[in-house]
């Protein structure tokens, strides 16, 4: 079975910093491996994934990824925050074996100092 | 460019009614999923459904039933709500394995 463990509820940075989310995976077989960002009051929206290609995957709004086999994580960043970076933030991991269900963390929500 | 329409988008309900809540992709994908997002928890799977014709039990399937109408809908039903079922719900469709998730806008329920 896999599941998935978020260091950190709430991350809060300056605007202008670096962002770090963090996230470790537990998967008996090769992962696939996602970050997703939920707004206020609305759906969640894919921001990148790992599908066993390059390990550093660049996704939307600047963040990026990178996939360390020998550390089971795949922390999230982006060299400087904005504003409307402000948001909730899932990693999630599936394996093709388990017929396409995503499991998913509990969350980080990241605010941005003014 | 719809994606995936959930509704309704708000209900309250009382303790023991029933309800369904209705969800459509337009994106013809095969899989579809019910989750709901709890404070704290993440989101949780109810139940999903593979391909047209199937579903499966997710992490919490209790007290919910689901019925795929045809690839494009996939329904959620409460036969008796519970306070405990007072969560935002949350359809979502992908196609390939790998491919990610498009998750709707979300329902949020409240039972009382």
């Known amino acids: 079975a896999q599941s998935v463990t978020q260091l950190g509820s709430h991350v809060s940075v300056s605007e202008g910093a670096l962002v770090l989310l963090r996230c470790n995976y537990s998967s008996s077989v090769p992962p696939y491996l996602f970050w997703y960002v939920q707004y206020p009051n609305q759906g969640l929206q894919l921001l990148l994934k790992y599908t066993s290609a390059a390990t550093l995957v660049k996704g939307i709004n600047g963040f990026e990824a990178e996939f360390k086999k020998s550390e089971t994580s795949f922390h999230l960043t982006k060299p400087s925050a904005h504003m409307s970076d402000a948001a909730e933030y899932f990693c999630?991991?599936?394996?093709?074996?388990?017929?396409?269900?995503?499991?998913f963390g509990s969350g980080t929500r990241l605010s941005i100092r003014p | 460019n719809a994606g995936v329409t959930q509704t309704p988008k708000f209900q309250v309900l009382k303790t023991g009614q029933s309800m369904t809540l209705q969800c459509a992709q337009d994106?013809?994908?095969?899989?579809m999923y019910w989750y709901r997002q709890d404070p704290g928890m993440g989101l949780r799977l109810i139940y999903y459904s593979a391909s047209e014709g199937t579903t499966d039990k997710g992490e919490v399937p209790n007290g919910y039933n689901v019925s795929r109408l045809n690839k494009r809908e996939f329904s959620l039903r409460l036969e008796s709500a519970a306070p405990s079922q007072t969560s935002v719900y949350f359809c979502?469709?992908?196609?390939?394995?790998?491919?990610?998730?498009?998750f709707g806008s979300g329902t949020r329920l409240t039972v009382v």
């Open positions: 999630a991991v599936t394996t093709y074996s388990s017929a396409s269900k995503i499991i």
């Open positions: 994106m013809n994908h095969n899989s």
């Open positions: 979502a469709s992908s196609d390939l394995t790998g491919g990610g998730y498009t």
